[in-house]
């Protein structure tokens, strides 16, 4: 019989609906169900495409014996950390202070007023590596609670003190300047992996907001280091394992040093970050690998994680069946033994296949199997190994036969901020290639953020899923990613609705988001659900981190319209950047490239004249660091273009920098050189 997440809309929870677990949402009923009971609770927090979330419900979670122990002895609530960045925040926070370490599934033991005492991550049915099974640690927090009540509450009381008194170094009231910068990209060249790309060892994460750092300050300075840092470490994640050669998009992070065995969901976030990424490379230095990439990956997201409401999706699992077994495995639907590349392409391209892949008949994955990747020396780079024609036959006919395997499920929700970084990316991606296609896609899924995810006062829901809004209210960063995706859609359309709409949601910033003495930042509203701590991180995780992409945002929309308190705002924020850029800079990388544009102005272009048209499409593919850009006629509907002309009859740009303006112009080759160095 189904649980009380059968009423849920998030798809994690949906999933374990049918567990004989008599699992409650996070909710104050079920507070009040363990105080009413005198038992603990046991807070169980993971996501849909989680593969040791997976594992460990099976194990555990779909065992009638487990389960009939958890439901008599505690009240056990499942969180979806996509949907409730914030509690995932606040406990995650305690385990790794207590245990050094954190990740997902996350498990912790609350009281029934939700102080955490006990914690944890993955524990297996039997004891096993020095991990205690989930059962023996069940009944000792059981027995602890019934034996030692008071020492537990001593000691969840003391935890929660601990985690109130943990305050942040803000560093400064002043932006970080060049000093600061400098140190950052020493930090940097200190942890980068010259001969595999990326930085420190083994797993491997895209570090997508530190090359967007890399690429600004190569923008800003000239230094070719950051240059080569950036564009080797794109090179290697897009020949290796880590992106999907036949299909486009990127795989979540790499087990390996060398990116070749990845752990194989697909994120909207990633691939968001990457996409916009490979676009700025090509941007800065022409590749051809880069635009490939750019454009792969942006189609990936459309083809694959797109919704029937026009958003997209927020994952793709990393198990699925596998065909030959009948069992759910990782990886199952990505990866190629010799005998299956000859079985759909023939002994001849089979072999060519292998060469141009990487494939091995010892496999470089598990069981035989191989993750494709473009090995150097191979056609790839421009090697020999066969000609572009029978590479693009063998990939088409090689994607076809995937499609016949069993997909990975889809987590068909949307979240807010995962959306406004894939509107940003897919806009921009549409404007540099002439892709039209692409920026509708972004324009359709602000569409959706705009009618379902904001209400009348401009507040987001954090997610919805199948045209129903989630109950959820949006966190600081579905503010700031959203607004970076409105702003990226002013500039490529030159439509001002989407300024506006920007503008919405960062007066929504500024009045719930923002320490008023302080000019740091919180993840939630002062007018949220209050937890054990208010979560507030300006360091990047997975995503750009909430603190600094509203500076980011801030920044921008200052520029566009001149508003001052914004400006005020995104310098106050930067302060923090000042503090962590020389101290850890692999870990505020987001930061780091805000940092840089307000250290070039950023730069303001005003162009009269079509949108799309040369000047437009030079004053978007010129690279200065956080350039704002206004396109449309002199009566057009952003601020920028308020009070200036055409020149003599023509189209003309006008770049402003640090309240001063140069001479308009109406050469594209002037105007390129006016937005370099």
């Known amino acids: ?32 169900e363990a105080r009413e009971r005198g038992v603990p609770v046991l807070l169980s927090v993971g996501y849909s495409s989680c593969h040791w979330c997976h594992v460990m419900a099976h194990e555990s979670f779909e065992d009638a014996g487990t389960a009939a122990f958890l439901n008599e002895h505690f009240v056990n609530v499942k969180v979806d950390r996509e949907e409730r960045p914030d509690i995932d925040a606040v406990y995650m926070e305690a385990v790794q202070a207590a245990t050094g370490q954190g990740g997902w599934p996350m498990t912790v033991f609350l009281t029934p007023d939700a102080e955490p005492f ?25 027995r602890a609670w019934t034996d030692r009540r008071d020492e537990v509450a001593e000691v969840a009381g003391k935890i929660v003190r601990d985690l109130s008194e943990r305050q942040l170094a803000f560093g400064a009231d002043e932006l970080p300047g060049e000093d600061e910068l400098a140190q950052a990209l020493l930090g940097l060249t200190r942890d980068y992996d010259a001969s595999r790309g990326g930085f420190g060892g083994a797993p491997k994460f895209p570090p997508s907001m530190v090359v967007e750092f890399l690429l600004r300050h ?25 992106y999907d050669q ?72 990393a198990d699925s069946e596998d065909a030959t077994t009948g069992k759910h495995v990782e990886g199952a639907y990505y990866v190629w033994t010799p005998d299956q590349l000859r079985e759909v392409l023939g ?9 141009y892949f990487g494939v091995t008949e010892e496999g470089t994955f598990e069981e035989g199997a ?21 590479i693009a036959s063998i990939r088409e006919r090689l994607l076809a036969a995937r499609s016949e395997r069993p997909a990975p499920g889809r987590d068909d929700k949307i979240v807010a901020a995962w959306n406004g970084l894939a509107v940003a990316a897919l806009a921009e991606v ?74 919405f949601l960062l007066d929504h910033v500024l009045g719930q988001f923002v320490d008023a003495e302080s000019g740091s930042l919180y993840d939630t509203a002062a007018d949220a659900e209050q937890l054990i701590r208010r979560p507030q991180d300006p360091t990047d995780n997975a995503v750009p981190s909430g603190w600094t992409a509203a500076a980011g945002a801030l920044l921008s929309y200052a520029a566009q ?28 990388g987001h930061g780091l490239a805000v940092a840089e544009a307000a250290l070039d102005g950023p730069r303001e272009v005003a162009v009269i004249g079509p949108v799309g048209g040369e000047l437009h499409r030079t004053a978007m593919l010129a690279g200065a660091p956080g350039a704002v850009i206004a396109a449309g006629p002199a009566d057009g509907e952003l601020p920028l273009l308020a009070g200036r002309g055409l020149v003599e009859g023509l189209p003309a740009a006008y770049v402003c920098r640090r309240f001063v303006c140069d001479a308009p112009t109406t050469d594209v080759g002037e105007l390129a050189a006016k937005l370099s160095g």
């Open 347 to 355: 002994d001849a391209d089979a072999e060519t296949a292998v060469a």
């Open 430 to 503: 549409g404007a540099y290639f002439d892709r039209p296609d692409l920026v509708a896609a972004a324009v359709g899924a602000g569409d959706l953020l705009v009618r379902l995810h904001m209400d009348d006062r401009a507040r987001l829901s954090r997610t919805s899923k199948d045209g129903q809004v989630g109950a959820n209210a949006g966190v600081l960063e579905d503010y700031a990613d959203v607004a970076e995706g409105f702003l990226a859609l002013a500039s490529v359309t030159g439509e001002g609705v989407w300024l506006e709409f920007a503008g």
């Open 370 to 390: 191989s993750v494709l990747q473009l090995p150097e020396g191979g056609s790839g780079d421009g090697g020999a190994v066969a000609d572009a024609d029978r």
């Open 561 to 588: 319209t001149g508003a001052e308190p914004h400006r005020l705002a995104a310098e106050r924020a930067l302060g923090v950047v000042k503090g962590l850029a020389p101290r850890a800079p692999r870990f505020i």
């Open 246 to 317: 036949l299909g486009g998009g990127f795989a979540r992070y790499s087990v390996d040093r060398e990116w070749v065995v990845p752990h194989f969901e697909k994120m909207l976030y990633d691939n968001a970050l990457l996409c916009r990424v490979y676009a700025h490379l090509w941007r800065a230095t022409g590749s051809d690998l880069a635009r490939r990439v750019a454009l792969e990956t942006a189609d990936f997201m459309v083809r694959e994680l797109r919704t029937n409401e026009g958003g997209f999706a927020s994952a793709l699992d």
């Open 1 to 32: 019989m189904p649980n009380r997440l059968a009423h849920e809309t998030s798809p994690y929870l949906l999933q374990h609906a049918d567990n004989p677990v008599d699992w409650w949402p996070w909710s104050a009923q079920a507070f009040s």
């Open 218 to 242: 190569y923008a800003r300075t000239g230094s070719e280091g950051a240059l080569q840092m950036a564009a080797d470490t794109c090179e290697r994640m897009a020949r290796g394992g880590i």
């Open 118 to 142: 006990y914690f944890g991550t993955y524990f297996p049915p039997e004891p096993r590596h020095g991990m205690p099974s989930f059962q023996q640690v069940a009944d000792g927090v059981r």
